[in-house]
């Protein structure tokens, strides 16, 4: 079952070809470097940690199998690399200065696979992952988020070609790293909300094909929390499988619609706002993104408990202002400079004219109660929702990655602006409730 699944979502990912998950299996990754970059040297790229915790196997087992190996680019653990332009450069001159036929392996999580995606992607070549925790969505992802001159951007990229991820490995991983990852998988329960909401008002059509491969066994992937917790070896295949399969999904549709709702929206404006947890460390992309989508669950659920009309839509339209006076208002709640700037861009782009307006109220009046109830078969209720972010070691509080009640409201109304995507926020915000809404999150979370 489970490898119908991978095949079916590699069958139309257009990066990634190989993909292999489970306990013990590291002494594959041989066979898949020499089956997908036959005739190739190897650079593997690591950090000091990962580069003790399998990095140095990686090269052992490569060149045991008769793959040349290239110096290996490690960078230091402390402080923990970053995926920076000035890091971004290094890989890629490694790369460059290693020959023509040379492969990046990268043995990592985050951020040593996004500076090997990227710059493998500029210069052309493939590259294939080796993983050492399972935390995010964005190792299959194409893309990676690179920041320069203090600038956070995803730059387009190709996935990588093949991922081997021992799951003995995984599991050993700190476990924050995981709890991470998990929190970023089961937000998209609520962004498969988000998605539902879009396609019915026809922004976002749904994939049937990528729905089947990424929502339908989404429950099956984070139903055990606490064994995640624990360590255990299937509840880590299965995260790292879902995180993957979400991965291909993104490679399929080339938007990251089937990974992304308002949650990661919350998450960006959070890190916008550069909050800080507690102990003055960042509150990891996961972290942000589960108490995100405690937001969003809260947001979807209040929502549909309180009916929407015909009769509400001139309410409706009427509050809903003119440009200039919503740009006015996003100048004056957002920072100033890029930030501000690159919000109205995105919010002129979604901006409706009054029949417009008109017309997706009246989709929403007549469809709301068929709405409701498949957004609340999609949807884990908050209070369990809650319960199992806590299970699997997540923060499940706004104080603990370090958000404000103010950060909250900011990011309510903040992560409308920022995107042209279709998610509940704008629902909430069309239908006239977001100021309501907003400051009665605040109380709720
Ligand atoms: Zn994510």
Same mark, same amino acid.
């Given at each position: 079952?489970?490898?119908?699944?991978?095949?079916?979502?590699?069958?139309?990912?257009?990066?990634?070809?190989?993909?292999?998950?489970?306990?013990?299996?590291?002494?594959?990754?041989?066979?898949?470097?020499?089956?997908?970059?036959?005739?190739?040297?190897?650079?593997?790229?690591?950090?000091?940690?990962?580069?003790?915790?399998?990095?140095?196997?990686?090269?052992?087992?490569?060149?045991?199998?008769?793959?040349?190996?290239?110096?290996?680019?490690?960078?230091?653990?402390?402080?923990?690399?970053?995926?920076?332009?000035?890091?971004?450069?290094?890989?890629?001159?490694?790369?460059?200065?290693?020959?023509?036929?040379?492969?990046?392996?990268?043995?990592?999580?985050?951020?040593?696979?996004?500076?090997?995606?990227?710059?493998?992607?500029?210069?052309?070549?493939?590259?294939?992952?080796?993983?050492?925790?399972?935390?995010?969505?964005?190792?299959?992802?194409?893309?990676?988020?690179?920041?320069?001159?203090?600038?956070?951007?995803?730059?387009?990229?190709?996935?990588?070609?093949?991922?081997?991820?021992?799951?003995?490995?995984? /599991?050993? &991983?700190?476990?924050?790293?995981? +709890?991470?990852?998990? *929190?970023?998988?089961? $937000?998209?329960? =609520?962004? #498969?909300?988000?998605?539902?909401?879009?396609?019915?008002?026809?922004?976002?059509?749904?994939?049937?094909?990528?729905?089947?491969?990424?929502?339908?066994?989404?429950?099956?992937?984070?139903?055990?929390?606490?064994?995640?917790?624990?360590?255990?070896?299937?509840?880590?295949?299965?995260?790292?499988?879902?995180?993957?399969?979400?991965?291909?999904?993104?490679?399929?549709?080339?938007?990251?619609?089937?990974?992304?709702?308002?949650?990661?929206?919350?998450?960006?404006?959070?890190?916008?706002?550069?909050?800080?947890?507690?102990?003055?460390?960042?509150?990891?992309?996961?972290?942000?993104?589960?108490?995100?989508?405690?937001?969003?669950?809260?947001?979807?659920?209040?929502?549909?408990?309180?009916?929407?009309?015909?009769?509400?839509?001139?309410? /409706?339209? &009427?509050?809903?202002?003119?440009? +200039?006076?919503?740009? *006015?208002?996003?100048? $004056?709640?957002? =920072?100033? #400079?890029?930030?501000?700037?690159?919000?109205?861009?995105?919010?002129?782009?979604?901006?409706?004219?009054?029949?417009?307006?008109?017309?997706?109220?009246?989709?929403?009046?007549?469809?709301?109660?068929?709405?409701?109830?498949?957004?609340?078969?999609?949807?884990?209720?908050?209070?369990?929702?809650?319960?199992?972010?806590?299970?699997?070691?997540?923060?499940?509080?706004?104080?603990?990655?370090?958000?404000?009640?103010?950060?909250?409201?900011?990011?309510?109304?903040?992560?409308?602006?920022?995107?042209?995507?279709?998610?509940?926020?704008?629902?909430?915000?069309?239908?006239?409730?977001?100021?309501?809404?907003?400051?009665?999150?605040?109380?709720?979370?």
């Amino acid at each position: 079952m489970k490898n119908d699944l991978i095949t079916q979502a590699l069958s139309t990912a257009t990066d990634t070809r190989e993909f292999r998950v489970g306990k013990g299996i590291l002494p594959q990754t041989t066979e898949v470097f020499k089956s997908n970059f036959p005739g190739c040297a190897a650079l593997v790229v690591a950090d000091e940690t990962t580069w003790r915790v399998c990095g140095a196997e990686v090269e052992s087992l490569l060149k045991a199998g008769g793959v040349e190996c290239r110096k290996p680019l490690i960078f230091k653990a402390e402080p923990p690399p970053t995926a920076t332009y000035e890091n971004l450069c290094a890989v890629q001159e490694a790369l460059e200065a290693a020959g023509q036929d040379t492969r990046a392996v990268a043995v990592g999580s985050g951020t040593i696979n996004d500076l090997c995606k990227c710059a493998s992607d500029h210069l052309k070549r493939p590259y294939m992952c080796v993983a050492t925790a399972a935390s995010v969505d964005g190792y299959a992802s194409f893309g990676a988020p690179i920041t320069k001159d203090g600038f956070k951007k995803t730059w387009p990229c190709a996935a990588p070609l093949a991922i081997v991820a021992d799951s003995a490995i995984l /599991a050993d &991983a700190p476990r924050h790293l995981s +709890a991470s990852g998990y *929190a970023d998988l089961i $937000a998209k329960v =609520p962004s #498969g909300a988000d998605w539902i909401l879009a396609d019915a008002v026809g922004a976002d059509p749904i994939r049937d094909d990528v729905w089947a491969t990424t929502q339908i066994p989404l429950r099956g992937w984070t139903d055990a929390p606490a064994a995640l917790a624990a360590g255990d070896g299937a509840a880590m295949d299965n995260l790292f499988t879902g995180l993957a399969l979400t991965g291909f999904a993104m490679q399929t549709t080339h938007t990251s619609r089937p990974a992304s709702g308002a949650e990661h929206l919350f998450s960006h404006c959070w890190e916008m706002l550069e909050i800080r947890c507690p102990d003055g460390s960042h509150p990891s992309h996961g972290d942000k993104v589960g108490v995100g989508a405690l937001s969003t669950t809260l947001l979807l659920e209040k929502f549909f408990s309180e009916p929407f009309d015909r009769n509400q839509i001139d309410a /409706a339209v &009427a509050a809903y202002p003119d440009f +200039a006076r919503r740009e *006015a208002f996003i100048r $004056a709640t957002l =920072p100033p #400079g890029r930030i501000a700037d690159e919000a109205v861009e995105a919010s002129r782009a979604k901006h409706l004219d009054e029949a417009a307006l008109c017309e997706r109220l009246g989709v929403i009046a007549d469809r709301f109660d068929e709405l409701k109830k498949r957004v609340e078969a999609q949807l884990i209720p908050f209070a369990q929702f809650r319960e199992m972010l806590k299970a699997a070691g997540c923060p499940v509080e706004p104080a603990q990655i370090g958000a404000s009640p103010h950060d909250v409201l900011l990011a309510t109304y903040g992560a409308q602006m920022i995107r042209n995507r279709y998610t509940i926020l704008d629902l909430v915000y069309e239908t006239g409730r977001l100021p309501a809404y907003a400051a009665w999150l605040v109380g709720k979370l």
